[in-house]
C-alpha cells in the first residue's frame, strides 16, 4: 500500500536562518576556496564556546581530524593503536589508512562508551606481548560522555595520548567542562545528521597554537615556505571551505537551541519507557554526565523485539536505526584483536536509534508516539 505521509528521518539538518546570508557574503567576496574570513570566525565560534584554551581547526570531515590526530600524535606504520569498539567504522578506519594495528575495547553497560576495566587489561596485555600502544580513541556514543575520569587515570598511568572522538557529543559536558576539551587532541563532526552541520565538515581540536598551526600545515597539502611549490612532507587537502564554514557560523547560533530540543525529545521518549522493565532508554547515570542527546536510544529485551518495533516504524515510514554495529565484528576488522566480552554485541543486538531531529514537529510526536504505544500496548 503507498505510504501518504512524509517520512520521519532520524536526524535530518536543521537550519537556523543566517547560514544563507553568511554563504552570499562569501560568494559576493569571492572567499570560494577552502580560505577567508568564514573559516576564521567559526574557529573562533567554536573556541569561543568549547572554552579550555582550545585552538580549532576547521577540515572537511571528521574522519580527516581523526587521521590528522593520529598523525600528531606520532602514529605510524606498525603502531597499535587502541579504539572502542561500539562506533562508527570513522572512528577506526584512519588506525588503517597509517598501516597501524587497531585493537579493539568492549563497552561498559552505563555510559555504552570504552570499559575502562577492559582497557587497562587490554594495555597490560599489550605491553607483555611487547606491543604497548600508542594512542586511546576514545568516543562520546551518541553523544553520552565517556568515563572521562576513570579513562584519562588511565592515559596517564601509562603515558598513552587520547585522542578524544566528539564528533556527536558537541554540547556534552563531564564535570561542567565541554566535550571536545578532554583529549590530547579531540575532534568534531558537523556531517549532515550532526547536532549542527556544515553539509559535510569537521574540526580538531588542539591544546596549543603550535599544534593547530601544524595541523593547518598538514591540510593543506604540507606546502613549504617558499615562492615555488615546495614539499618535503606527505600532505592532505583536508581544510574546510569557506563556503561550508558560512553554513557553521549560522549553525553555531543555534547550537544552544538545538541541544535543548535534542534533550526535550529524549525526554518525550523517557514518558513512555521510564517504568518499562523490558525497555531501556539510555540516560545519564549520574549528574556528572550531560548529554545532549545527538540520538535517543533504547535498549529492548531481545533482537526479536528490536526488529519488530523496528519494522513496525518502519512501516509507519518512520526511521529508525540500529546501534552502531561493533568494529571487531565488522568483516573488514575482524582479523584485529579486541579484549572484553560481548557488552557491545548486545547492545548492538538489542538497541533501536529513535527520531531524535530537533526539527520533529508535533505532528511527527503524534505519529511515533502511536507506533510506540502500539508496540507497547
Not at 561550508?244 to 543555534?254: K, L, R, T
Not at 548529554?291 to 536510544?297: D, E, G, R, V, Y
Request: with cysteine; proline share 4%.
Amino acid at each position: 500500500m503507498k505510504q501518504e505521509k512524509n517520512r520521519i528521518l532520524l536526524s535530518p539538518p536543521h537550519m537556523g536562518g543566517n547560514e544563507q546570508k553568511y554563504i552570499a557574503e562569501a560568494f559576493v567576496n569571492n572567499w570560494i576556496a577552502p580560505f577567508g574570513p568564514n573559516i576564521k570566525k567559526f574557529e573562533k565560534d567554536l573556541e569561543y564556546y568549547l572554552k579550555e584554551n582550545s585552538n580549532v581547526v576547521g577540515l572537511n570531515s571528521g574522519t580527516a581530524a581523526i587521521h590528522l590526530g593520529l598523525i600528531l600524535l606520532g602514529v605510524k606504520s606498525g603502531d597499535e593503536v587502541l579504539c572502542q569498539s561500539l562506533t562508527f567504522s570513522a572512528s577506526a578506519n584512519p588506525i588503517v589508512y597509517l598501516g597501524a594495528k587497531p585493537i579493539f575495547i568492549d563497552s561498559e553497560k552505563e555510559t555504552w562508551n570504552m570499559c575502562p576495566i577492559t582497557l587497562e587489561n587490554a594495555i597490560l596485555d599489550r605491553i607483555e606481548k611487547g606491543n604497548k600502544p600508542k594512542v586511546i580513541i576514545a568516543v562520546h556514543l551518541y553523544g553520552m560522555p565517556f568515563k572521562v575520569q576513570e579513562i584519562k587515570k588511565i592515559s596517564e598511568k601509562y603515558n598513552i595520548p587520547i585522542l578524544e572522538d566528539s564528533a556527536e557529543a558537541l554540547g556534552s559536558t563531564y564535570n561542567n567542562q565541554k566535550c571536545g576539551t578532554f583529549g590530547d587532541i579531540s575532534v568534531l563532526s558537523f556531517n549532515g545528521n550532526k547536532i549542527i552541520t556544515t553539509s559535510g565538515g569537521g574540526a580538531l581540536i588542539a591544546k596549543s597554537k603550535e599544534i593547530k598551526d601544524r595541523a593547518v600545515f598538514l591540510a593543506t597539502q604540507a606546502k613549504d615556505n617558499a615562492p615555488h611549490y615546495q614539499h618535503s612532507e606527505i600532505g592532505y587537502n583536508y581544510r574546510m571551505s569557506n563556503i561550508c564554514a558560512g553554513i557553521g557560523i549560522g549553525q553555531m547560533e543555534v547550537l544552544d537551541s538545538h541541544i535543548l530540543a535534542r534533550r526535550e525529545i529524549n525526554a518525550f521518549y523517557k514518558t513512555f519507557f521510564e517504568n518499562n522493565k523490558n525497555i531501556c532508554l539510555l540516560k545519564e547515570s549520574n549528574d556528572n554526565f550531560y548529554s545532549n542527546h545527538w540520538l535517543s536510544i533504547i535498549l529492548l529485551e531481545s533482537y526479536e523485539k528490536r526488529e519488530i518495533l523496528r519494522n513496525a516504524f518502519e512501516e509507519a515510514n518512520i526511521e529508525t536505526r540500529p546501534v552502531w554495529k561493533p568494529m571487531h565484528l565488522q568483516p573488514i576488522f575482524k582479523e584485529y584483536p579486541y579484549y572484553g566480552s560481548k557488552n557491545s554485541e548486545n547492545l548492538f543486538e538489542r538497541g533501536l536509534c529513535l527520531p531524535s531531529g530537533s526539527n520533529l514537529t508535533d505532528n511527527d510526536k503524534t505519529r511515533i508516539s502511536k507506533v510506540i504505544s502500539s508496540f507497547i500496548n
